[in-house]
């Protein structure tokens, strides 16, 4: 069961548990539940329609099949497990009988469809961009998969087989080969599995019978590691020029009237006829064109080896098809696809050749878009926002506990190298807690996730106020630091702290690209209906071809000298999507190297003047306060040392290491404020809050969670299972003061 590369759990009826979970079980659930009852499971995992709709608890597969003795075949369902991880599946379940008939037991798998959905997801989503130039070709077009079965097909294509698109989407093309072309149509399937991009005449059935000739020129799709997918068909009609190959009479209106340019050519390639799309689309008039050599005519270089080598094919299939470069008379270069047909003497040697030219030059770029913009996407896939999330919850539960040493430090008696090796430690902690971040704010904006907290506000007020925080910053550099504000109040509406954390960012990059001797300015002035923050320095300057991707993520412009440290690029990126989220801009201009940069923020001014008061300042708690406070947490080392800073205040301190632990301890002492980790072995986080507020008890404990799960959706779990406060790792000295000051007050 364990090899079996999908998840298979058993539920005994008897006791409905949990006997039995195989290796990718475990996986998919992060959670041991065996011998754990099904009502147990069906609490913590949650089933979800395609559409988003959530599964009722009697609506569960392994739960119908137990219960209603119903059996189910691969239902596409969404799994959210305990932790938040989110899968797609294919779900089956059936119940298992003893020899009375009587049902002991259930037996469910999982199939994991998370990559294949996203695969497809990423191919709808190509469908979408390209679908206006697939639809508006003059051409037919075909999608098939790795298996042959139509996919997409436009509408010129499908009603020159007599049908509407939506009746040929899932059929296969070997359907409409003619039973006397299969054994060529498997020839060809052989070389797109192979990798080979093919050019060929076909037939096509179409509804009712008969057939069209096309040119078919079909491209492999494969994914970045080589998989075949399926294949691109671009079919041209040339059904009329079969006939016309074939030896059909023709006259020189239909000649005229065709689409195509057409030329006729005498054995020595010397031009016969010239028709009129041939004139158009090579600018060479029939009277200028007919006698001369059509390689003169058409600008190109064609060796005697390789006219031997087409008139020798000719002499053998009497047609022969190839793609070339031609020029206009102008000039320009024309993709060409040609066709040419040898017409015969009754004694077998070439008497006249007809040409049939087309211009693909728009379809070979269509063909370099999708095939260049499907591996753009494929690529950009790898950058998901599971990664920089997973990043994010792994490294902030060392910094956690590393930020509470520091702090724990920070109270003990020190001299002066103590004290310096102990800045050391808190700078760079509190600069890998800023990437952590900065990463989060990037994906966050990507996916356009930030929800802003909009007052309105007096910009110069603001711009002081943040002024003062940054300016310790530039007095260690020894950078000057100056700012001028505009002469009357300027009033936005905006979400004060991003706006500060967008100005932040700008004042940290003129400390990171300055050197001592440089000057910052901060200014703000009013321009029409807008306000203009500017950040400008004299330091390294700015690549001018570089401002226009300088605010792309993990991107950095600056002529960087020795001084400037390294960093991921981020700041910048965060500044922009900050700015525009408030109907903003921002700008970036620099003279070069060496001849400093400016930065600026354009804003819209509030419509409502100035309504709002300054917030009062957070109250602080009494000296000498004491709290209980219980601790409920996994991990150990950060538990020793929050529980030694804590101490050292003053306060009582118990401790817990899991969910039914921390409830039972909660219960005996009472305490006045409990912090408690999300991802506790037992019971998580979550449900410990959801019981706290349940228990009459209990529901008066001021509950703050304190865990490396910090996403968006994470915090709304949290104020629904009634935490009334959330807050990320690590945790400073000064936070967690606030926050025993908040529950000192509030008791």
């Known amino acids: 069961m364990n090899l079996i590369p999908f998840s298979i759990v058993f539920i005994d009826a008897k006791d409905e548990t949990f006997c039995f979970i195989n290796k990718r079980g475990l996986e998919l659930y992060k959670a041991d539940y065996t011998g754990q009852t099904l009502q147990f499971h069906i609490d913590r995992i949650k089933f979800y329609t395609p559409d988003g709709k959530q599964l009722g608890p009697t609506d569960a597969p392994v739960y119908r099949s137990l219960k209603h003795r119903e059996t189910i075949h691969n239902r596409e369902l969404i799994l959210r497990n305990e932790f938040g991880d989110v899968y797609c599946l294919l779900v089956s379940s059936a119940p298992i009988y003893d020899s009375g008939g009587n049902v002991v037991r259930a037996v469910t798998t999982f199939e994991d469809i998370s990559k294949l959905k996203k695969i497809q997801n990423l191919l709808d989503s190509s469908e979408i961009r390209y679908r206006t130039i697939v639809e508006t070709a003059n051409e037919g077009i075909c999608w098939t998969d790795s298996k042959g079965v139509i996919t997409y097909i436009n509408d010129i294509l499908a009603s020159s087989l007599g049908y509407r698109p939506e009746e040929l989407i899932g059929r296969h093309y070997f359907d409409f080969v003619l039973p006397e072309d299969m054994e060529k149509a498997m020839t060809y399937w052989k070389?797109?599995?192979?990798?080979?991009?093919?050019?060929?005449?076909?037939?096509?059935?179409?509804?009712?019978?008969?057939?069209?000739?096309?040119?078919?020129?079909?491209?492999?799709?494969?994914?970045?590691?080589?998989?075949?997918?399926?294949?691109?068909?671009?079919?041209?009609?040339?059904?009329?020029?079969?006939?016309?190959?074939?030896?059909?009479?023709?006259?020189?209106?239909?000649?005229?009237?065709?689409?195509?340019?057409?030329?006729?050519?005498?054995?020595?390639?010397?031009?016969?006829?010239?028709?009129?799309?041939?004139?158009?689309?090579?600018?060479?008039?029939?009277?200028?064109?007919?006698?001369?050599?059509?390689?003169?005519?058409?600008?190109?270089?064609?060796?005697?080896?390789?006219?031997k080598e087409i008139t020798r094919k000719l002499g053998e299939n009497s047609q022969i098809n190839m793609d070339m470069v031609h020029y206009h008379k102008n000039g320009s270069a024309i993709q060409v696809y040609i066709h040419l047909y040898a017409i015969k003497n009754p004694d077998g040697n070439i008497s006249e050749i007809i040409a049939s030219l087309q211009d693909i030059t728009e379809r070979k770029k269509a063909e370099e878009i999708l095939i260049r913009s499907e591996q753009h996407l494929r690529k950009n896939e790898k950058m998901k926002d599971d990664f920089i999330s997973l990043l994010s919850h792994e490294l902030r539960n060392p910094m956690a506990a590393i930020s509470a040493g520091i702090e724990l430090l920070d109270l003990a008696e020190k001299d002066d190298k103590y004290r310096e090796t102990l800045e050391v430690m808190r700078r760079q902690t509190e600069q890998l807690g800023q990437i952590v971040s900065d990463l989060m704010d990037v994906s966050r904006l990507i996916r356009s996730k930030i929800k802003l907290h909009i007052v309105n506000t007096e910009l110069n007020g603001l711009m002081l106020s943040i002024a003062k925080s940054y300016r310790s910053l530039f007095e260690k550099k020894r950078v000057s630091f100056h700012v001028r504000l505009e002469s009357g109040p300027l009033y936005i509406d905006a979400d004060p702290m991003r706006l500060e954390q967008c100005i932040g960012n700008l004042l940290h990059n003129a400390v990171k690209f300055t050197k001592e001797g440089d000057s910052v300015l901060l200014s703000t002035r009013k321009e029409a209906s807008s306000a203009v923050i500017s950040v400008t320095d004299t330091g390294y300057g700015i690549h001018t071809d570089a401002i226009a991707d300088l605010f792309e993520p993990f991107r950095q412009g600056y002529a960087v000298g020795e001084s400037a440290g390294p960093g991921l690029g981020l700041g910048l990126a965060i500044a922009k999507g900050i700015a525009e989220l408030h109907d903003g801009r921002i700008d970036a201009y620099s003279d070069g190297p060496g001849k400093g940069a400016s930065f600026s923020v354009t804003l819209p001014l509030s419509q409502k003047g100035g309504v709002s008061a300054a917030p009062a300042d957070a109250a602080e708690a009494k000296n000498g306060s004491v709290l209980k406070i219980l601790l409920v947490e996994d991990n150990k080392d950060f538990v020793s040392l929050l529980s030694s800073i804590l101490i050292q205040m003053g306060h009582s301190v118990f401790i817990a290491y899991d969910g039914i632990s921390g409830l039972r301890e909660a219960r005996r002492v009472s305490p006045d404020i409990l912090f408690c980790d999300i991802g506790l072995p037992g019971i998580s986080g979550f449900e410990v809050a959801k019981r706290i507020k349940e228990d009459p008890q209990l529901r008066n404990i001021y509950l703050v969670a304190l865990t490396s799960y910090a996403s968006k959706n994470d915090i709304q779990l949290g104020e629904a299972s009634g935490f009334d406060l959330y807050l990320p790792k690590p945790i400073t000295i000064k936070k967690l003061r606030e926050v025993l000051s908040t529950c000192f007050f509030r008791s």
């Open 191 to 307: 070389e797109r599995l192979a990798g080979s991009s093919l050019r060929f005449d076909f037939r096509i059935g179409k509804r009712g019978g008969g057939f069209i000739w096309v040119i078919a020129s079909s491209t492999s799709i494969r994914d970045p590691e080589g998989n075949y997918l399926g294949s691109l068909t671009m079919y041209t009609d040339i059904t009329e020029r079969k006939r016309m190959e074939d030896g059909l009479a023709f006259h020189s209106h239909v000649l005229e009237n065709v689409q195509e340019a057409i030329c006729a050519l005498d054995k020595n390639y010397r031009i016969t006829y010239w028709n009129e799309a041939a004139e158009r689309m090579y600018g060479w008039t029939a009277q200028e064109a007919v006698g001369k050599y059509l390689a003169n005519v058409l600008n190109v270089v064609i060796k005697n080896a390789s006219v």
